[in-house]
């Protein structure tokens, strides 16, 4: 069986941002182990060599001649959908010339592999690097706003109302983005929720964490839905290196601070926040009188590069040595710190399962997209996390860090924290859900290309 699975020859296409390509590249991993042959394309946009850290990778790089400048005069959004454009005949001329591919599996966001599989009669699945309540939210979104259900962003009371027939979330939960026109929106949501011809969908996701969307998500679109997450969590031969460099100084410090003591703050690699946020935040952690490790990404406040321009109460409060600030931290690390006792966080999906894995309850900030999904996971389905919402000011942030740090309630959302952790653990296990998911996956790839 094993020599046999070396005959098949995988394409693997993630999307080229930060937070999509690191379950990707733990899916390539493990399948590898598994006998097969897989070839990784990249683009050109965002492209940083990883190739040193899987060696038993192949890795392609398409010249799509689109930049961080592209990104910057189209907008997310559009750049998106121009990449799937530009990038659909590249990947035609190189299949034409490689013709021994047997099976393609491409993330959701570059959904131009489909289109190209199909005209070459290559079996195919999606991967999906987000929950499966996105999925299903990005579907329900569509749905509501084909029917003019869905009220304008201004109006403020009515987007607290909850969507009907999707519990508990609120039309203000849906997956909105700042980053360009509901319109343009759609259309991207549209192609990636085209999935009805797809071998299947596999979810950086787990049964014991979204079961009932799981479900939902294989009636919806008719196909197998592989739940093989937490992918981080699988025993794959090498760790996607991050494309900041991660300060480790922190973890020194967080040695010196007291079990269960430190709020880590970060918005992830994508997230901006406004000066005026940024400023209110800092005075809060300044008041909670909490030890605090905040990751302040070069660009993640909007006008400013460093927090030089942050009050000097804030400044002297961690020279004093009370709070720590890094440009990039090893994040897995730092969650998994005795000392970190909970996670102020923008609610990407890498981000809360690594904070689910590590049992570590968190303060919800989401900004865009699929972060509000999860933020109503994270604090009405799972209870363990809270959201701040509305405008940010010092005091609520002092009262979410006392909540989550000092108070009897924080300790009770540590505790179903913990236990959500060894679910997790459980399920990918051997014998629990997301492995048997992963030898699911494999065996049906095997059937579909003999």
Not at 167 to 179: E, I, N, Q, V
Not at 385 to 390: D, H, K, L, S, T
């Given at each position: 069986?094993?020599?046999?699975?070396?005959?098949?020859?995988?394409?693997?296409?993630?999307?080229?941002?930060?937070?999509h390509?690191?379950?990707?590249m733990n899916?390539?991993?493990y399948?590898?182990s598994?006998?097969?042959?897989i070839?990784?394309?990249?683009?050109?946009?965002?492209?940083?060599?990883?190739s040193?850290?899987?060696?038993?990778?192949?890795?392609?790089?398409?010249d799509?001649?689109l930049?961080?400048?592209?990104?910057?005069?189209?907008?997310?959004?559009e750049?998106?959908?121009k990449?799937?454009?530009?990038?659909?005949?590249?990947l035609?001329?190189?299949?034409?010339?490689?013709?021994?591919?047997?099976?393609?599996?491409?993330?959701?966001?570059?959904?131009?592999p489909?289109?190209?599989?199909?005209?070459?009669?290559?079996?195919k699945?999606?991967?999906?690097?987000a929950?499966a309540?996105?999925?299903?939210?990005?579907?329900?979104?569509m749905?509501?706003?084909?029917?003019?259900?869905?009220?304008p962003?201004?109006?403020?009371s009515?987007l607290e109302?909850m969507?009907?027939?999707?519990?508990?979330?609120?039309?203000?939960?849906?997956?909105?983005?700042?980053?360009?026109?509901?319109?343009r929106?759609?259309?991207?949501?549209?192609n990636?929720?085209?999935?009805?011809?797809?071998?299947g969908?596999?979810h950086?996701?787990?049964?014991?964490?979204e079961?009932?969307f799981?479900?939902t998500?294989q009636?919806?679109?008719?196909?197998?839905?592989?739940?093989?997450g937490p992918?981080?969590?699988?025993?794959?031969t090498?760790s996607?290196?991050s494309?900041?460099?991660?300060?480790?100084?922190?973890?020194?410090?967080?040695?010196?601070?007291?079990?269960?003591s430190?709020i880590?703050?970060?918005?992830?690699?994508l997230?901006?926040?406004?000066?005026i946020?940024?400023?209110?935040?800092?005075m809060?952690?300044?008041?909670?009188?909490?030890?605090?490790?905040?990751v302040l990404?070069?660009?993640?406040?909007?006008g400013?590069?460093?927090?030089?321009?942050l009050?000097?109460?804030f400044?002297?409060?961690?020279t004093?040595?009370?709070?720590?600030?890094v440009?990039?931290?090893?994040?897995k690390e730092v969650?998994n710190?005795?000392?970190?006792g909970?996670?102020?966080?923008?609610?990407?999906?890498?981000?809360?399962?690594e904070s689910i894995?590590?049992?570590?309850?968190m303060?919800?900030?989401?900004?865009?997209?699929d972060?509000?999904?999860?933020?109503?996971l994270?604090?009405?389905?799972?209870?363990?996390?809270?959201?701040?919402?509305?405008e940010?000011?010092r005091e609520?942030?002092?009262?979410?860090?006392?909540?989550?740090?000092?108070?009897?309630?924080?300790?009770e959302?540590?505790?179903?924290?913990?236990?959500?952790?060894?679910?997790?653990?459980?399920?990918?296990?051997?014998?629990?859900?997301?492995h048997?998911?992963?030898?699911?996956?494999?065996?049906?790839?095997?059937s579909?290309t003999?």
């Amino acid at each position: 069986m094993e020599e046999e699975n070396r005959q098949r020859r995988l394409l693997m296409v993630p999307a080229p941002f930060e937070g999509h390509l690191p379950g990707m590249m733990n899916l390539a991993s493990y399948l590898s182990s598994q006998g097969f042959l897989i070839t990784i394309i990249r683009t050109q946009f965002n492209f940083k060599d990883i190739s040193a850290h899987f060696p038993h990778l192949n890795f392609v790089t398409i010249d799509d001649g689109l930049s961080k400048a592209d990104v910057k005069s189209l907008g997310l959004l559009e750049f998106v959908l121009k990449l799937n454009s530009v990038c659909e005949s590249l990947l035609k001329e190189f299949l034409t010339i490689h013709d021994d591919v047997d099976f393609i599996i491409h993330d959701e966001f570059v959904y131009f592999p489909r289109h190209v599989a199909e005209e070459f009669n290559i079996p195919k699945m999606v991967y999906s690097p987000a929950s499966a309540a996105t999925s299903i939210s990005r579907y329900v979104l569509m749905e509501n706003q084909s029917s003019g259900l869905v009220p304008p962003q201004e109006a403020r009371s009515q987007l607290e109302e909850m969507v009907p027939e999707f519990s508990p979330f609120r039309f203000k939960d849906l997956p909105f983005t700042a980053y360009g026109s509901i319109k343009r929106l759609m259309v991207l949501y549209e192609n990636i929720s085209n999935r009805y011809t797809s071998s299947g969908i596999i979810h950086n996701s787990s049964n014991c964490l979204e079961d009932s969307f799981i479900l939902t998500a294989q009636d919806k679109w008719g196909v197998p839905v592989y739940p093989v997450g937490p992918l981080h969590m699988t025993n794959s031969t090498a760790s996607c290196p991050s494309s900041f460099e991660e300060e480790r100084s922190c973890l020194d410090w967080l040695d010196t601070q007291k079990t269960n003591s430190v709020i880590y703050i970060s918005i992830g690699s994508l997230a901006m926040t406004k000066e005026i946020e940024a400023v209110e935040m800092a005075m809060g952690f300044v008041q909670s009188n909490q030890p605090f490790l905040w990751v302040l990404r070069p660009g993640s406040i909007i006008g400013q590069e460093s927090f030089a321009f942050l009050p000097e109460q804030f400044r002297q409060t961690v020279t004093d040595g009370r709070g720590f600030v890094v440009n990039w931290a090893p994040q897995k690390e730092v969650l998994n710190h005795r000392a970190v006792g909970g996670f102020w966080n923008h609610c990407g999906w890498n981000s809360s399962l690594e904070s689910i894995s590590s049992g570590v309850p968190m303060i919800c900030r989401p900004y865009s997209g699929d972060q509000r999904v999860n933020a109503r996971l994270m604090s009405h389905v799972w209870q363990t996390a809270f959201e701040i919402e509305g405008e940010l000011k010092r005091e609520n942030v002092e009262i979410a860090v006392m909540r989550l740090i000092v108070e009897h309630e924080g300790e009770e959302m540590r505790m179903r924290a913990i236990r959500l952790k060894e679910k997790v653990e459980a399920s990918v296990g051997v014998g629990g859900s997301s492995h048997s998911s992963l030898n699911s996956l494999v065996d049906k790839i095997i059937s579909l290309t003999s």
